[in-house]
């Protein structure tokens, strides 16, 4: 069966690489152990860029994603973002926000620029006071730098920096889009994953950057689960600082439009899929597609119990074609299912044919099951409509990262 | 803190017995490869027994769920159940139901009684159609004992059966109460959970029954989580046959009803905390107590965020008191909670002082957590209603039983 989802790309990837006019640096400065590890860092656009963002529904939100929700819709504008690792400034009451407040103020004065212009990011253990003495040692050791420094200084558990950046051509100019960001664990977003930065030099039409992001992030990050916990300090910033001096981009000029959202969506997508796939203790990606669904939030939700069920997850790390727990996560959701003529393929293999086992040969599918990425296609006879999700198996070091996440 | 759990019990527990006029039996038949274990069952009442029931929500419900229902509701009336475990005659089409009539035939001609009046449960592998031949080798050679052999002969990875007898006096009667269950994985009930039979003697008034199961369920069964999976066979059944011969119990008789719900209560409380404490790899049974809650729903719901919490579970496991955890799972919910004035106690540990770390002592808080029993307390400062819900934690074992579930 063809996944639906190839299409003719409009857009180019390209290695990582800073837009135009944006530079960046991270350090290690000491709130992790390991000298290796980077654990600040920060990125400065040289002109005001037009800033739209996501956070965490998380009724505890931390105190950097409050305040740098609040100052990106003061007047939808930032110059940079510091990030700190290690420590959430999470759930530490007023003084979260003095030292939260303390770090954008520090960052801006380094930048030379207006505190108003500069968001906070921090991720880490929750419940713990941010060191500010570190911090105030770390901002004074960034630089403004070409390098992908920072692009590590934001991790945690993760096993490697997430970044992709792909470019197109508007009326001759060239536009780039690079994100990074980290996950892991605590994933499973209700408006955007732990952190995410998307920045790009194309000039955008006013209001238009934020329903962009907005309606991105519901078919990506939102789509993504690690282990059904949504962390208090999720944030999906992005920066589009004009620099590429394109014609704006707005969605009444649909060409244009439609090109750059496509090449926005293809950063976003492959920044979730590396969050599902580098998920704690995670050793396969695996990727649910769903169609034929009433609706596309039945799709979506089909496809997200799927990825989300500890029970299909830990028969896909166990290499297991244990359908029944997929037909069993469906069944859970309240999405429209034809439930006598539902099929499931797994890497394109009959699974499940119309709510039957498809008298598929254990030993074909077993070795299917070794591979690194699982792609579950689930048609559920009841509409037009498509969704997809991302996530990774369950396993045992999953277990072994969050029974000593604090030692 | 103390618990606004304890209070003056009316009912006494008893070692397990059967209440006044039912049978039982359980053998192994070879469903399950290991001839120590028992892999079918029955039940049976001398007279025909006031009989209701809940009932998985999963929309793949299966066969013998589906039929149980459906001769329940003809007339609410059942004298027997069969049940087997190893295939949960689950997703099977056609073929399932009509597998699932003629296991309840088999079952009734060898009992003497209308198919009618029995009930069928199956458990196990979901997919998979049941032998036959096996099931009628099975009733013939089941019989009308006074065994407990059916509360071995339900289980799956459960690792021990799940009883309990309670008793009272009704005007000088004696009523016995007595539940037995399944659990282990695919928990999370949202009607009921895997399997459970809740026997009584008492008489009860036309039409209660089924109000007073359901009402119990919602606070015992419904209120555990092993793993966040709802199966397609979760049925709770009740029999009440009256032969304790006491004073029909009724709502409008406020002490009699009283009394038998608290002891009614009491047999589901603990079969739920038997599958809490019995989820698959478990090393710790996890109760949560939620009070000044806004409303009770409030109350449930964040408590059962929190034993559903993948990363509060496998912190448990660790033994770490990592509360931020805990703090972002009630964060999740919708429920009323004042950010700034959330308590939390450990084993009466003082863990979050209105949202602020409690400056416990790590190493006491250590020695607490090595306890098999945690006990989580969270005072929300919202309102005056309380929950509670149980749960596990999450280890290595859960997921080498199910990455190897069907080997």
Redesign the interface.
């Known amino acids: 069966m063809q996944s639906f989802l190839e299409e003719t790309k409009t857009y180019q990837e390209v290695p990582f690489t800073w837009p135009k006019g944006y530079k960046a640096d991270g350090v290690h400065v000491g709130l992790r152990k390991n000298p290796n590890k980077k654990d600040m860092g920060w990125l400065y656009s040289e002109v005001p860029a037009q800033a739209a963002g996501t956070y965490t529904?998380?009724?505890?939100?931390a105190a950097p994603t409050k305040l740098t929700k609040q100052t990106i819709n003061q007047d939808h504008l930032l110059q940079g973002m510091v990030m700190n690792t290690a420590v959430?400034n999470?759930?530490?009451?007023e003084q979260g926000m003095i030292d939260a407040k303390k770090m954008q103020k520090l960052a801006a004065d380094k930048m030379g620029i207006d505190a108003n212009l500069v968001g906070v990011a921090s991720t880490g253990?929750?419940?713990?006071n941010l060191p500010m003495d570190l911090i105030q040692k770390g901002v004074s050791q960034l630089e403004l730098l070409d390098n992908d420094l920072v692009t590590e200084a934001i991790l945690t558990t993760d096993t490697h920096p997430k970044t992709i950046s792909t470019q197109i051509e508007i009326d001759g100019k060239t536009v780039t889009i690079s994100g990074f960001c980290k996950g892991s664990?605590?994933i499973h977003p209700?408006m955007a994953t732990m952190l995410g930065f998307v920045v790009t030099d194309a000039k955008i039409a006013d209001g238009q950057l934020q329903p962009m992001l907005s309606q991105q992030v519901d078919k990506t990050f939102n789509q993504i689960t690690v282990?059904?916990?949504?962390?208090?300090n999720d944030m999906v910033v992005t920066l589009a600082n004009g620099m590429a001096d394109n014609t704006s981009i707005s969605i009444d000029d649909g060409d244009n439009f439609e090109k750059f959202t496509d090449a926005y969506n293809a950063v976003l997508t492959k920044l979730a899929q590396d969050i599902a796939e580098d998920g704690e203790g995670s050793t396969k990606l695996v990727e649910v597609n769903v169609e034929n669904a009433a609706t596309h939030a039945d799709a979506q939700k089909v496809a997200k119990a799927i990825v989300?069920?500890?029970?299909v997850k830990?028969?896909i790390?166990?290499?297991?074609a244990?359908?029944?727990?997929i037909?069993?996560?469906?069944?859970?959701?309240d999405a429209v299912?034809d439930?006598?003529h539902t099929s499931v393929w797994l890497n394109d293999l009959p699974l499940?044919d119309n709510?039957?086992?498809a008298d598929f040969d254990e030993t074909v599918m077993k070795e299917a099951l070794t591979d690194k990425k699982i792609t579950v296609l689930v048609d559920l006879n009841s509409g037009t409509a498509t969704g997809q999700a991302w996530g990774c198996d369950?396993?045992?070091n999953?277990?072994?990262?969050?029974?000593?996440?604090?030692?």
């Open positions: 529904t998380n009724q505890f939100q959430a999470s759930v530490t009451g253990v929750i419940g713990e664990g605590m209700k282990d059904g916990d949504t962390s208090t989300g069920s500890n029970l830990a028969a790390f166990g290499e297991d244990n359908w029944g727990r037909i069993a996560a469906i069944g859970q959701t299912v439930i006598d499940v709510s039957h086992s369950l396993t045992y999953y277990v072994r990262i969050n029974a000593t996440y604090r030692s």
